[in-house]
């Protein structure tokens, strides 16, 4: 008779899109923050934690439906900018662990469980997130390229001047492309040393970074609280030192950057299985 009763049972109509775990979220801050779906979000407290997830009706949210969303560009930026907004509201208010976009658990148990699992790396990532904070810094190319002067036609000819000026561009060019490498590193390097962590990430195009000049640096650094002076003033006398880049302080951002790698596909739907 159970297992009649089980099999009679509707399925469910709503997940959980996982945005983030904290140690604590009171129902007042909740109850400010808006989720995926227009409505606050929620917690699901296990293991001494807190996961703020938002309810994901699974007509849209469900794996086939997602799959299918998230190869529609503007609705995936438009879930990017909510799955942000969330943890950018948490951030706000204390160290917050970010999950990977369009994480969706099937209920809240499977929720619950996770947090269990993971306690453990968990609580060592909020306890190093404690009093810091993401930076970023990205630096771009200064437009401007030597001038290279005409030459007068020697013995050689035409030709032959062509080459020689064809063969001059191309190692300043080279020259300087080496230069810039060299200061991107040098900046790196430097901001490194002045937080706690830091990361190096591909440069973004130019489609994404909306910069008309190409991007040489894009680096995030892990920042206490206290040193921020000390590191904003920093990334100015590093732009300074190299003229040839010009450096852009983001932030502060939830920590992205700075949570253990898992290995999951950077966009997971949790299913029963």
């Not at 003033?233 to 302080?249: F, K, Q």
Request: aromatic share 4%; net charge positive; charged share 20%.
């Amino acid at each position: 008779m159970g297992s009649m009763v089980d099999a009679a049972l509707p399925a469910p109509t709503a997940g959980a899109w996982l945005h983030g775990v904290v140690r604590d979220a009171g129902p007042a801050t909740l109850a400010r923050i808006g989720g995926m779906d227009g409505g606050p979000v929620r917690a699901v407290s296990a293991a001494g934690l807190v996961a703020v997830v938002s309810t994901a009706p699974l007509d849209e949210y469900g794996e086939q439906p997602l799959r299918r969303n998230l190869e529609d560009l503007a609705w995936l930026e438009r879930a990017a900018r909510a799955h942000h907004a969330v943890l950018e509201a948490l951030a706000r208010r204390g160290p917050v662990v970010p999950a990977r976009l369009a994480t969706v658990h099937t209920d809240d148990e499977r929720v619950a469980r996770s947090l269990t699992t993971r306690r453990a790396e968990l609580v060592a990532t909020l306890d190093r997130l404690t009093g810091r904070g993401e930076w970023g810094v990205k630096g771009y190319l200064v437009p401007g390229a030597t001038a290279v002067g005409a030459e007068p036609v020697t013995a050689g000819g035409v030709g032959t001047a062509y080459l020689r000026r064809r063969r001059a561009q191309l190692n300043a060019r080279e020259e300087r492309q080496r230069l810039i490498s060299a200061a991107a590193d040098a900046v790196h390097g430097a901001l490194c040393e002045a937080a706690v962590s830091g990361r190096r990430h591909p440069p973004q195009d130019r489609r994404l970074s909306g910069a008309s000049a190409p991007m040489v640096l894009n680096g995030a650094y892990l920042v206490d609280v206290a040193a921020l002076p000390r590191f904003t003033e920093l990334v100015g006398s590093l732009g300074g030192r190299h003229p040839g880049l010009h450096l852009e302080l983001t932030g502060p951002w939830p920590a992205y950057s700075f949570v253990a790698e898992r290995p999951e596909p950077a966009l997971t739907v949790r299913e029963p299985g």
